[in-house]
């Protein structure tokens, strides 16, 4: 008898949503999920697990509500995220609504702090 814990798996949008399209973003850090349903355009996530983005609308959470198997999902090919943070989806899945989310102050990220992203990231 095998009693592997199922990986709950999140997507989040600010969009009211029952199902998620082939292609979509899911991961398994909740907080990652809060943060993408702002629409941010910046996201920068430190190593110690800190997020902090610049968007400002409000969001909705979702738990992936099928069961996801490896053979469902690959490592998003164009993320800056943290290994396994952010993948693709390879088929639909149906969502259940948690919560609805606003940025939080402390995540927002300061103008300062985006002009120094961006200056950090510009080739030489």
């Not at 190593?47 to 968007?55: A, E, R, W």
């Not at 053979?71 to 993320?79: A, F, Q, R, T, V």
Request: contains cysteine.
């Amino acid at each position: 008898m095998s009693s592997k814990k199922q990986v709950t798996w999140f997507h989040g949008s600010p969009l009211k949503l029952e199902t998620l399209r082939k292609g979509s973003p899911i991961t398994r850090n909740e907080k990652l999920a809060q943060v993408f349903s702002t629409r941010p355009g910046i996201v920068s996530a430190s190593y110690d697990g800190t997020i902090k983005h610049n968007g400002k609308s409000k969001g909705r959470v979702y738990k992936v509500a099928d069961r996801v198997t490896s053979d469902d999902i690959y490592e998003h090919p164009g993320s800056s995220m943290n290994k396994g943070w952010e993948c693709l989806t390879k088929k639909e899945f149906k969502l259940e609504f948690l919560y609805e989310v606003s940025p939080s102050p402390e995540d927002v990220l300061s103008e300062s702090e985006i002009r120094e992203l961006i200056e950090r990231n510009v080739p030489d």
